[in-house]
């Protein structure tokens, strides 16, 4: 079964779909709030260790998948918290507050994840984790995976579509466009803007456990500033306003290095470890700059909402 | 038995507030009943803060803010709107990112009245809004912004309306067309109207009573009527 697959591709895949859910759930945050979140790869780490941690080190009188369900919804809650505490922190905060709170909150999250050794495995890493099922070989439940996290990830888009049409998105955009003038018009936006950011960093929390499940051994290099680049970089190139803005950046970005380039170019061997890593960097940095010189609002463009509106009220 | 007298729409007693420990405005006693009462004065007199600081935008350093009775001094900004005052401020009055009518629909998400039935009233009022509602706020002209920005205000079905400056940088076009509106908008909804205006002329067409803000301080408050061009003159510095 899956003969046809390639193992790189499955994993390449499984990238394209976490950069994209994470890309989604900034778009909320930059998109429509205008949340300069600079440190998803915070809220992810937090869930990822979080399931890790309780997945390995806690003595579950169940197995899977209840282990897997409790672990999870334990690595969302801890991510939701650390979310109304980041959030709460950068309320009041100008867009540079904000970016270096986040910024800060992520480097933080990946120290306190490389020296509580006792707990996360440091620097060695942590192993132990598994998938919740076994179907038959790895590819298989790979692939499995990579399916179910395919639907959460629909599942978020979903939503985000949703809050593009619903009154919570105008507010959103109302709060993020205006702030003093959405608090005058008797808006909460504090409120507003910490729920949003709870939920969404929550949801990365959950993200961050699938991924810990598709790796299966933890080590802090995969909590490394990359992630937020990477669903930065999609999320600017597709266009932060758009609902598929992530999606379509994050094909183009993602996809195009991690499967394209680096599964089915002939490249010489020694450039994986260290070459290509760089210039996967280098080159998402350049299509950023590129993007923000000659398309600033992205590949899609700004918000449709004149033909949004035209369409849900006909007039 | 006789009813008890309906409280005034604002009470504002030794009111100081101004931003990041400067006092701009230094102690002012005002009322404000079912009238258009004007607030005039030159650039820096205070006018804005005055309103942002009735909004609940800006913290009260001293002093208190009584709205139709009930003490709001301390309420948050959000609770003020519920409450029934509407804010038009004079820069940056519209979401540019939301069309006209989602604008219009921002503003409306308090209140009970059916939005169709707001919104047609806004239309009715402001009839160049209709062609416009489905462009984003960010592409109109300064005078299709305000309109904006005063029927979004609208949505609210506010009992007391505070408006910063509806005309600056206006046509004069639009500057009549405006206070037609707000002589309208008082008259036949029975709105009450702060107006902090720099166009004494125009604003003392419309309103009852006027204050006229010197660096701060009320100069005068005194019925529209009976403002003397002297008084005018030495609340403006001239």
């Known amino acids: 079964m899956l003969d046809w697959l390639d193992a790189f591709l499955i994993t390449g895949l499984f990238e394209v779909v976490m950069i994209a859910g994470l890309g989604l759930l900034l778009h909320l945050q930059l998109g429509l709030a205008r949340i300069a979140n600079f440190g998803v790869v915070g809220f992810w780490g937090v869930g990822m260790y979080t399931f890790g941690v309780l997945y390995v080190k806690v003595d579950w009188p169940f197995g899977d998948p209840w282990q897997f369900l409790a672990c999870a919804a334990a690595a969302t809650l801890v991510a939701g918290l650390a979310g109304a505490l980041v959030g709460w922190l950068i309320s009041d905060l100008d867009i540079d507050g904000v970016l270096v709170v986040t910024l800060g909150f992520a480097t933080a999250v990946q120290i306190v994840a490389t020296t509580e050794a006792d707990w996360t495995g440091g620097a060695f890493g942590l192993g132990g984790l598994g998938f919740p099922y076994d179907i038959g070989t790895v590819k298989e439940n790979e692939f499995v995976w990579l399916m179910i996290t395919g639907l959460l990830v629909a599942a978020i888009l979903f939503y985000v579509w949703r809050v593009h049409r619903s009154p919570y998105g105008r507010l959103l955009i109302a709060t993020g466009g205006n702030e003093p003038l959405a608090r005058s018009l008797g808006k909460p936006t504090f409120r507003t803007k910490l729920w949003l950011f709870v939920v969404t960093s ?8 699938m991924e810990a499940v598709m790796v299966r051994y933890l080590d802090v290099g995969h909590i490394g500033i990359s992630i937020t680049l990477a669903a930065i970089v999609g999320l600017v190139l597709g266009g932060t306003a ?17 499967i394209v380039i680096r599964t089915y170019l002939p490249l010489p061997r020694e450039w994986y470890s260290q070459a290509l890593p760089v210039m996967r960097e280098v080159l998402f940095g350049l299509a950023l700059i590129l993007v ?5 609002l992205g590949l899609l463009g700004d918000m449709r909402r004149d033909q949004l509106m035209r369409k849900l009220h006909g007039r | 038995m006789s009813e008890a007298p309906r409280p005034p729409n604002l009470e504002v007693a030794g009111l100081r507030s101004g931003y990041h420990g400067v006092t701009v405005l230094k102690g002012l006693d005002f009322t404000v009943g079912d009238e258009i009462f004007a607030v005039l004065g030159a650039n820096g007199a205070g006018k804005t803060t005055l309103l942002a600081t009735l909004a609940r935008l800006i913290p009260v350093m001293a002093g208190s803010i009584r709205f139709q009775g009930r003490d709001v001094t301390q309420l948050r900004p959000y609770t003020t709107a519920g409450l029934g005052m509407g804010y038009v401020p004079q820069e940056k009055g519209v979401f540019a990112d ?5 604008n219009l629909t921002v503003g409306g998400m308090i209140g009970r009245r059916p939005h169709d039935e707001r919104i047609a009233e806004v239309f009715e009022l402001f009839p160049g809004l209709r062609d416009l509602q489905g462009q984003k706020a960010g592409t109109l002209s300064g005078g299709e912004s305000r309109m904006v920005a005063c029927g979004r205000a609208l949505m609210q079905d506010p009992n007391v309306l505070l408006l910063d400056e509806p005309t600056a940088g206006l046509s004069p076009l639009y500057v009549d067309m405006f206070f037609d509106k707000i002589r309208e908008l008082h008259e036949t909804r029975g709105v009450a109207i702060v107006l902090a205006e720099q166009n004494a002329t125009k604003a003392l067409q419309v309103a009852h009573r006027v204050m006229v803000l010197s660096l701060g301080e009320a100069y005068a408050v005194v019925d529209a009527a009976d403002l003397t061009t002297q008084q005018l003159k030495e609340g403006y510095r001239i």
């Open chain 1, 292 to 296: 923000l010189l000659f398309r600033p």
């Open chain 2, 98 to 102: 939301l069309t006209v009518l989602e």
């Open chain 1, 242 to 258: 758009r609902v598929w803005g992530a999606v379509v950046g994050t094909v183009l970005t993602v996809g195009l290095f991690d």
């Open chain 1, 202 to 209: 929550a949801a990365m929390g959950l993200l961050g456990a």
